[in-house]
């Protein structure tokens, strides 16, 4: 796709804050798919077993013939489900909230299987997610060993959410995979927009289906979804090798005793460590005049974007 990232409604966070109600206590899922077990990775999550919320195709329960070095946990990364026909996972929800869906890709080889034949679609519900997608090609372009895609769906007013995978039939003996999936009740952080450039124009994005694209901790390190808030597990990364040029600024970390007071905005909009952390232009009025802060993304102009930006003073 030429690094560029399809999506349905793209979301950027950079690290404005929202009035919203805290997040309920839902019922949250992740499925190690081809899992015969349940399990626990590294940072205490618990993964169960898929079997019992796929409805629909054949399938094929498979294990990992490699485990590359970068992986940060086998789980579920080490086992797969492979579909060589239209199949449906359908995992129960609350159909007036909305919910964060993470799907996790590991494309190596599975039972003898060519990972460079897999090409497929994924969709939630009518929302189609993927199309005519490969997880080997996107993670050769993006250099790395496997990858997450994450959504935030709007209310399905359904008590089920259908996860549809469908292997392309562009291509011979294609299949699709799936390593694991999450799903997560979530508060809607999201209200109408205004598209910038068109102030007479607004993004309803309270109504809208989203990808996740970017969500960074500015002026900090990463932050890994077991030290997110509100139950999200978001992982916010590192902001400076977005950062334009060699201007990286300056900056500034809040003192150990600072505390974050959520007084009008729920805890999971963001977790504490990102407010501790702030990037200026330095104090020299003469310089910053004549310079500037820049982030760049790659995207995909074909697509509009949210962006979100957190504030706080220390």
């Not at 618990?46 to 399938?59: H, Q, V």
């Not at 990858?147 to 011979?172: C, G, M, N, Q, W």
């Not at 009740?185 to 910038?196: I, K, Q, R």
Request: hydrophobic share 40%.
């Amino acid at each position: 796709m030429n690094g560029k990232t399809w999506s349905l409604l793209s979301l950027l966070c950079l690290s404005i804050l929202l009035f919203l109600p805290t997040r309920s206590n839902g019922q949250d899922f992740a499925l190690s798919c081809g899992a015969k077990e349940p399990s626990t990775d590294p940072e205490k999550k618990k993964w169960e077993p898929d079997a019992k919320f796929l409805k629909t195709g054949n399938s094929i329960q498979a294990t990992a013939t490699y485990q590359d070095p970068s992986l940060l946990s086998t789980i579920p990364y080490m086992t797969a489900r492979i579909f060589t026909a239209p199949s449906t996972y359908e995992i129960p929800v609350k159909g007036d909230k909305r919910h964060l869906l993470r799907l996790h890709f590991y494309p190596s080889t599975y039972t003898g299987l060519n990972i460079s034949n897999s090409y497929f679609a994924v969709a939630a519900n009518d929302v189609t997610l993927l199309s005519n997608f490969s997880a080997a090609i996107t993670c050769q372009a993006l250099t790395q060993a496997y990858l997450v895609r994450e959504y935030s769906l709007a209310p399905i007013e359904k008590d089920v959410l259908s996860i549809t995978f469908t292997p392309s039939d562009k291509y011979k003996d294609t299949f699709a995979f799936i390593n694991g999936i999450e799903v997560i009740e979530m508060p809607e952080l999201f209200d109408t927009a205004v598209l910038v450039g068109f102030s007479d124009q607004m993004a309803d994005a309270k109504a809208a289906n989203l990808q996740s694209m970017f969500r960074l901790n500015v002026g900090g390190q990463d932050i890994p979804g077991s030290q997110d808030s509100g139950g999200l597990t978001r992982t916010w990364y590192n902001d400076a090798p977005y950062i334009f040029s060699a201007g990286l600024g300056v900056t500034l970390q809040a003192s150990n005793n600072f505390r974050i007071n959520y007084e009008k905005m729920p805890v999971s909009t963001a977790p504490a460590d990102v407010y501790k952390t702030a990037r200026t232009q330095g104090p020299d009025g003469n310089i910053n005049i004549k310079s500037n802060l820049t982030w760049t993304f790659q995207v995909d102009t074909n697509f509009t974007y949210i962006m979100r930006l957190h504030f706080c003073e220390f």
